[in-house]
């Protein structure tokens, strides 16, 4: 059965978050334990006395060290994916287990793309909403009717029926009033702190291709499939152009998902934490089996139901 790995993307964490396998397996604590991004992980991933943790600049960093942890865990157990992808920051886990990068490059250089994310965003008045019930085309339409207003964007394609727009506030509340217009069902605003994913973030995409100039590339030892594209890489790509472009440009989950599928794919693993991405999956090709790990009992939920395999 061909199995990928999904992983979460910001807004999943939550503190406790890696307090089990901290205490029960080595290969997790050596992640948190070597990376250098000027906090404690984790103080912050466990118990977060400062309140910190949902900051983008500290969320990034926790996340991709949880998921290079529970890689690494599930690694040992010999459980490795087909394929891999990742929700927005989860991209960078996803080349961690493809061997791109070490679990330490990843978790600095998701510090380092949290700084920059929050730096670009400072002083925009921003905003992000979920779109409930509209096609594609119809909420591009909305959007193209709010320009005046200002930038409005979609910046995620998640699943059937779950679109999210982001940019300029004022043009993101009027792109929203013209969704429902055109037969919407709820539009959600979110809590967020810039419009992530939309071209106000390039000067975020500038600071990373800086960044990726110093940084060396493994080999991929799997393929993963990337936001930007909704598939792997083609001729021609690269990867630090494709992260570049990504933190600044629609993320296309749906379409990965129906990728995977195409590619065989019958069971995905989130690494969490949470299930939110089990949910865009069931919503867009159900017959693709799935399952979360986040605990230790979900480790071993997991090695179980592989057992007879």
């Known amino acids: 059965m061909k199995t990928a790995f999904l992983y979460a993307g910001q807004g999943s964490q939550h503190p406790g978050m890696g307090a089990d396998l901290y205490e029960a397996y080595p290969e997790f604590r050596a992640v948190l334990d070597s990376a250098e991004v000027g906090f404690d992980l984790k103080t912050v991933s466990f118990t ?39 929700l927005s920051l989860g991209e960078y886990s996803a080349l961690c287990a493809a061997g791109v990068f070490t679990a330490k490059q990843a978790v600095e250089l998701a510090a380092f793309r949290g700084r920059a994310m929050a730096a670009a965003a400072a002083g925009v008045p921003c905003g992000m909403t979920a779109v409930l019930g509209l096609d594609r085309d119809k909420l591009r339409a909305a959007c193209e009717a709010a320009a005046p207003e200002g930038v409005v964007e979609i910046a995620n394609y998640n699943c059937p029926g779950q679109l999210v727009i982001g940019g300029q506030k004022a043009a993101v509340d009027a792109a929203a009033a013209k969704a429902k217009e055109l037969g919407a069902k709820r539009c959600l605003p979110l809590k967020v702190s810039g419009p992530f994913h939309t071209s106000l973030l390039a000067p975020a995409g500038d600071a990373l291709r800086e960044r990726f100039k110093t940084e060396t590339f493994g ?61 865009f999956v069931k919503k867009t090709v159900p017959s693709i089996h799935t399952c979360a790990v986040e605990t230790c009992a979900d480790i071993d939920a997991l090695c179980e139901a592989l057992k007879g395999e």
């Open 48 to 86: 977060d006395p400062d309140g910190v943790l949902n900051q983008t600049e500290y969320t990034q960093p926790c996340m991709v060290a949880f998921a290079a942890g529970m890689t690494a865990i599930l690694a040992g157990k010999g459980i490795r994916p087909d394929y891999a992808a990742g």
């Open 219 to 279: 080999a991929m030892q799997f393929p993963v499939l990337f936001n930007c594209l909704g598939r792997e890489m083609g001729e021609g790509d690269t990867i630090p152009a494709l992260l570049e472009r990504q933190v600044q440009s629609s993320v296309y989950m749906e379409d990965t998902i129906r990728r995977m599928a195409e590619l065989g794919v019958e069971r995905i693993v989130e690494i969490g934490p949470g299930k939110v991405l089990s949910g």
